[in-house]
C-alpha cells in the first residue's frame, strides 16, 4: 500500500513563502500523477497542482498559476509544492495525492489522499 505524508506547513504573512513536501513510501505505479489539492472551510476541495512522476510534465489551477511550482525528487520519492506570494485566500488545508492519468488530475481520479498539512496565511 502507498501512503503519503505531507510536512511543511505553516502560519506565514501575505507575500511569504513555503515549501510543502510529500513523501510517498510503499508502492506506487508509473502511470501515476502525483499532486496536491487544498480545501477551506466550507469549500469544496480544489486542484492546487500536478506532475507527471516520471514525465516531468505539471499542471496548475488557475488560482496558483505562476505562484507555486511543483517539483519533485526521485531519489526521495517525494514532491514538493513551493508556495510564493502567498495570500490570505490560500489558507486551506493542503492534501498531497496520488491519482490516475494526467497531471492535470481530476478529484475523481485521485486514489490515495495524504493526511493534510495546514496552510493559514495571516493579512
Known amino acids: 500500500q502507498v501512503q503519503l505524508v505531507e510536512s511543511g506547513g505553516g502560519l506565514v504573512q501575505a507575500g511569504g513563502s513555503l515549501r510543502l513536501s510529500c513523501a510517498a513510501s510503499?508502492?506506487?505505479?508509473?502511470?501515476?500523477?502525483m499532486g496536491w489539492f487544498r480545501q477551506a472551510p466550507g469549500k469544496e476541495r480544489e486542484f492546487v497542482a500536478g506532475?507527471?512522476?516520471?514525465?516531468?510534465?505539471?499542471s496548475y489551477g488557475s488560482s496558483v498559476t505562476g505562484r507555486f511550482t511543483i517539483s519533485r525528487d526521485r531519489a526521495k520519492n517525494t514532491i514538493y509544492l513551493q508556495m510564493a506570494s502567498l495570500k490570505p485566500e490560500d489558507t486551506a488545508l493542503y492534501y498531497c495525492?496520488?491519482?490516475?492519468?494526467?497531471?492535470?488530475?481530476?478529484?475523481?481520479?485521485?486514489?490515495?489522499w495524504g493526511q493534510g498539512t495546514q496552510v493559514t496565511v495571516s493579512s
Open positions: 506532475s507527471s512522476w516520471n514525465g516531468g510534465y505539471t
Open positions: 510503499g508502492r506506487t505505479s508509473s502511470n501515476n500523477a
Open positions: 495525492a496520488i491519482g490516475r492519468g494526467a497531471a492535470s488530475m481530476d478529484i475523481n481520479s485521485v486514489t490515495r
